[in-house]
């Protein structure tokens, strides 16, 4: 079982509308994770926070903004996305960036 | 950059080991090597990790060549829930992410 907790886990929103999905873990990690991923292909990537700083942004839309209000929660925030953007989006956590990354069972995101 | 390769599918009987394979010609010495799966609709699930010495867990068993350009997943005793995409990774650019193969999809028969 994950100890990484993702809500909602399946999300339907329009192209003009606002919505979160929101990622928690209680591990005492200190680096978070988000990933998206398609149908048959592996996670890519899209930002790591490490002490609640962002450390990477793998060069993703400003439609999609990270948040992380502390070291256990990690929220993501849509606006304006596009159909091509629904994908299975996974939060993860790993204690330090570089050690074994936990991921959470995922939010299934349909943009309509 | 850094790159994993691994086999597109395979197929084990239940009950007999399955071996997936995987190529990190890139790798660098200080890089480990990841072993995750990911069961349909899932988040993917940590399985071992290691650097250069084999590695066993109570899921699987992880043999890294002396050269380090290839590794084996072992699933001793294969099962019907063993069925799954099994994704071979590396961290790259001084920890700085985690670079991901395609995945081998397993499919374990009765």
């Known amino acids: 079982d994950t100890e990484v907790t993702q809500t909602p886990k399946h999300l339907v929103m329009g192209m003009t509308n606002k919505k979160s999905l929101k990622c928690e873990q209680h591990m005492g990690h200190r680096a978070m994770y988000w990933y998206k991923q398609k149908a048959k292909k592996p996670p890519e990537l899209m930002f790591v926070?490490?002490?609640?700083?962002?450390?990477i942004n793998e060069s993703v839309p400003s439609r999609f903004s990270p948040e992380c209000p502390n070291s256990s929660l990690l929220n993501l925030h849509l606006h304006a996305l596009q159909p091509e953007d629904s994908a299975l989006y996974l939060c993860?956590?790993?204690?330090?960036?570089?050690?074994?990354?936990?991921f959470g069972e995922g939010s299934w995101l349909t943009v309509v | 950059d850094a790159k994993t390769t691994q086999p597109p599918s395979m197929d084990c009987a239940e009950g007999r080991a399955a071996n997936l394979p995987c190529n990190h010609s890139t790798i660098s010495g200080n890089e480990y090597v990841y072993w995750y799966r990911q069961i349909h609709s899932q988040g993917p699930q940590y399985i071992i990790h290691g650097l250069k010495n084999n590695e066993t867990n109570e899921m699987a068993s992880l043999i890294i060549t002396e050269d380090r350009k290839s590794s084996t997943l072992i699933l001793p005793h294969a099962t019907l829930r063993d069925t799954a995409v099994y994704y071979c990774?590396?961290?790259?650019?001084?920890?700085?992410?985690?670079?991901w193969g395609l995945g081998t999809s397993l499919a374990v028969n009765p």
């Open positions: 926070y490490s002490y609640e700083k962002l450390s």
């Open positions: 993860a956590s790993s204690p330090h960036r570089g050690n074994t990354i936990y």
């Open positions: 990774t590396e961290w790259a650019g001084n920890n700085r992410k985690l670079i």
